[in-house]
């Protein structure tokens, strides 16, 4: 049965790489060399040849790295990989807990060294060529030496819970982490932009000004109590613009890119808002949350099921009833679920991003909301005519065509 569960994951991971590459074939054999019509007035000619070099070229640079990252798995597992890796921390100590938490650092760690490579050249080279990279070697550096801080410190803690209750809780296994779970993401649903966000960029309260005036007019106007609106350096990294909303219930913060501020008018920032605000106010946060507790919940109780069946670990090379070595067969044998639970996911975004849009237009704001998004859109190159499938599958907004249809019809 473990051949068998082998050939799966095996089957499973060459057919991802080939659906994934097809969506991105026909994304590029989408673009036209000409400009379409309806991107006349949002690109003109010249802008629209480099965002058509620019997606062509991230789409190579794509299926690069996607093959590296296909040939890396496929051997890991043809030549046993992840067997010795679990051989090597037995070796290193006979505690479950330092096994567990070697094994996924040891991984975690050796994978994205193999991909610095790759994360420089895409920064260094790409972004720089296309004008959007102000990251510093220093401050890429930093941040590697950051995240990978954060990953041990958060994913170890998390790691060391869920093996804690599969030691210990049995039958409650699957209540008690998904608890704990919940709790983990409302924590950092509040907390994010205070706790992790520093870490990276330095969040500034909005000067007082015309700004911030009308920012306040709005939330006024909105019903939309809110005392921390803050900006941030984005372009310490890049000069992508973008603003978000964070926090639930008194933590919450609007959160302003200094990019944004310098690419978009008072006006348009405000219309990008009342856009944020209206996922706050349509709930959708807190859909998000139930959806992820939902999604949650299947995945644990798949996984217990996974945890209980020896041939999991069995199957990738791991001895009877190895915890880290069923996690991984489980996490590769668990990627068709992701991928239908990230369609309906994608779906739902894409409804919800059509509410928010129409809260801003609720206020008159839709002209605004459409020149911003132009801008926005523009700036950042975007694919503006992507294929269809490719939405379909992959886009969490709708494209800018589809919003700015959607607003204008709202308004006849």
């Known amino acids: 049965m473990e051949t068998i569960l082998f050939w799966i994951i095996i089957s499973i991971v060459i057919f991802d790489f080939i659906?994934?590459?097809?969506?991105?074939?026909?994304?590029?054999?989408?673009?036209?060399?000409?400009?379409?019509?309806?991107?006349?007035?949002?690109?003109?000619?010249?802008?629209?040849?480099?965002?058509?070099?620019y997606q062509k070229t991230s789409s190579r640079f794509s299926l690069i790295s996607s093959s590296f990252s296909l040939v890396l798995i496929l051997m890991i597992l043809f030549f046993g990989g992840f067997a010795y890796l679990d051989n090597f921390v037995r070796n290193l100590s006979g505690n479950i807990y330092i096994r567990t938490l070697s094994f996924f650092?040891?991984?975690?760690?050796?994978?994205?060294?193999?991909?610095?490579?790759?994360?420089?050249?895409?920064?260094?080279?790409?972004?720089?060529?296309?004008?959007?990279?102000?990251?510093?070697?220093?401050?890429?550096?930093?941040?590697?030496?950051?995240?990978?801080?954060?990953?041990?410190?958060?994913?170890?803690?998390?790691?060391?819970?869920?093996?804690?209750?599969?030691?210990?809780?049995?039958?409650?296994?699957?209540?008690v982490v998904l608890g704990g779970l919940t709790f983990f993401m409302i924590f950092m649903a509040m907390f994010y932009s205070s706790l992790i966000v520093p870490l990276f960029n330095k969040l500034t309260p909005l000067e007082e000004g015309s700004l911030k005036s009308k920012i306040q007019e709005f939330a006024s106007k909105s019903n939309f109590r809110l005392k921390n609106i803050y900006t941030i350096n984005g372009s310490k990294r890049s000069t992508r613009a973008n603003a978000y909303f964070s926090g639930l219930g008194p933590k919450k913060m609007i959160v302003l890119y200094d990019t944004l501020i310098n690419d978009l008018t008072e006006d348009e920032i405000v219309a990008v808002l009342a856009h944020e605000v209206g996922h706050y106010k349509k709930k959708h946060i807190y859909q998000g949350l139930l959806v992820?507790?939902?999604?949650?919940?299947?995945?644990?109780?798949?996984?217990?099921?996974?945890?209980?069946?020896?041939?999991?670990?069995?199957?990738?090379g791991g001895v009877d009833g190895s915890f880290y070595m069923a996690i991984i067969s489980f996490g590769l044998l668990y990627s068709p679920l992701s991928f239908v639970s990230g369609i309906l996911s994608n779906k739902l975004s894409r409804k919800n991003e059509y509410q928010a849009d129409a809260y801003a237009k609720s206020f008159s704001l839709s002209d605004e909301l459409i020149s911003s998004l132009k801008k926005l859109s523009v700036n950042n190159l975007s694919n503006l005519s992507p294929h269809k499938l490719y939405v379909y599958f992959n886009y969490s907004h709708p494209t800018l065509l589809q919003r700015i249809a959607e607003l204008t019809k709202q308004e006849a």
């Open 19 to 53: 659906f994934e590459k097809t969506l991105d074939y026909l994304n590029i054999k989408n673009l036209t060399e000409k400009l379409p019509d309806e991107l006349k007035g949002i690109y003109d000619e010249d802008k629209y040849k480099k965002s058509q070099a």
């Open 292 to 316: 992820s507790v939902l999604q949650t919940a299947l995945m644990l109780y798949l996984l217990s099921l996974a945890l209980e069946h020896p041939v999991f670990s069995k199957s990738i």
């Open 105 to 175: 650092g040891i991984l975690g760690i050796v994978v994205d060294l193999l991909s610095v490579p790759f994360q420089i050249y895409s920064t260094f080279i790409i972004e720089e060529k296309f004008g959007f990279n102000k990251t510093s070697p220093l401050t890429f550096v930093l941040d590697k030496l950051k995240s990978w801080g954060i990953s041990i410190v958060i994913g170890g803690a998390v790691i060391s819970f869920i093996l804690w209750s599969w030691l210990s809780l049995g039958g409650l296994f699957v209540p």
